[in-house]
C-alpha cells in the first residue's frame, strides 16, 4: 500500500495533482479541497488510498490521515465505490460525515450528487456503526486551513471543481451565479472567497433546482 506521497506538485487538473516523487510523476485523485491548498511548485504531503482494478491502479489522495480512513470505510457500504466516496468527501468534512450518519441526515447525504433518498436511507443504515461518533463539531470542508491563494478566481475554481464532478457547463454556471453572493459578501469583508464552502452551496443549489 502506498500510505502517501510527498514531492513538488508538477500539475494541477479539475479532480488530478501531480506530484513528483523520486523523479516519477504520480497522478493522484483529489477532492476539490483538497486540490485548492495545492500549487503547483510548492511541496505537498498527500495521505494515499491505493484503488486496484483489473484494467486500473488508481491512487486518491487526501489532506490527511482522517480523510483517507473515512474514504476507505465509506466503500464498506455496497454501492459505494471510490467514485462515490470521494464526492461524498467532497461535499462534507470526515466530521460532518459522522454526525450526518450518527443523527440519521438523510438531507446531508442527498446533497452529494449521485445519492438519492432511497441510496441515503440505505447507507445511513449500513455506515451507522462503521464510522464511529463525530470527533469535533463538523467543521466544514475548507475550514481547516487557510484559503490559498492564487492567480485562478474563485469562479474559475469553483466552475473547474463542478466539470470536474461532472455537471454540465450550463449547470455548473448557474450554480457558480447562483452563490455569487455568498463569494461577494466574503470579498466586501476583506477576506478571499472560500471556494470550498461555495462548493457546498453550489452542489445544494443543484441538488434542490432537480
Known amino acids: 500500500m502506498i500510505a502517501f506521497v510527498s514531492g513538488p506538485v508538477a500539475a494541477l487538473a479539475p479532480d488530478t495533482a501531480v506530484v513528483e516523487v523520486g523523479g516519477v510523476g504520480m497522478a493522484v485523485q483529489c477532492t476539490p479541497d483538497t486540490l485548492s491548498?495545492?500549487?503547483?511548485?510548492?511541496?505537498?504531503?498527500?495521505a494515499t488510498s491505493?484503488?486496484?482494478?483489473e484494467d486500473s491502479l488508481t491512487l486518491y489522495g487526501f489532506a490527511d490521515d482522517d480523510e483517507r480512513q473515512t474514504f476507505e470505510l465509506l466503500q464498506t457500504a455496497s454501492g459505494v465505490g471510490p467514485r462515490l466516496a470521494q464526492a461524498m468527501l467532497a461535499v462534507h468534512s470526515p466530521d460532518a460525515l459522522r454526525r450526518a450518519v450518527s443523527l440519521?441526515?438523510?438531507?446531508?447525504?442527498?446533497a452529494v450528487p449521485g445519492i438519492g433518498k432511497k441510496g441515503a436511507q440505505k447507507l445511513l443504515l449500513e455506515l451507522k456503526d462503521r464510522l464511529g461518533e463525530p470527533l469535533g463539531t463538523g467543521i466544514p470542508q475548507g475550514a481547516r486551513r487557510p484559503a490559498a491563494t492564487g492567480p485562478a478566481s474563485w469562479q474559475e475554481q469553483l466552475l473547474s471543481a463542478l466539470l470536474g464532478l461532472g455537471y454540465a457547463a450550463r449547470e455548473a454556471e448557474e450554480a457558480v451565479a447562483a452563490v455569487a453572493p455568498q463569494?461577494?459578501?466574503?470579498?466586501?469583508?476583506?477576506?478571499?472567497?472560500?471556494?470550498?464552502?461555495?462548493?457546498?452551496?453550489?452542489?445544494?443549489?443543484?441538488?434542490?433546482?432537480?
Open 37 to 46: 491548498g495545492l500549487r503547483v511548485g510548492q511541496h505537498a504531503k498527500l
Open 183 to 210: 463569494a461577494e459578501a466574503a470579498a466586501a469583508d476583506g477576506g478571499t472567497p472560500p471556494v470550498a464552502q461555495l462548493l457546498r452551496a453550489a452542489l445544494q443549489s443543484l441538488n434542490r433546482a432537480r
Open 104 to 110: 440519521g441526515d438523510e438531507k446531508a447525504l442527498t
Open 50 to 53: 491505493l484503488v486496484v482494478r
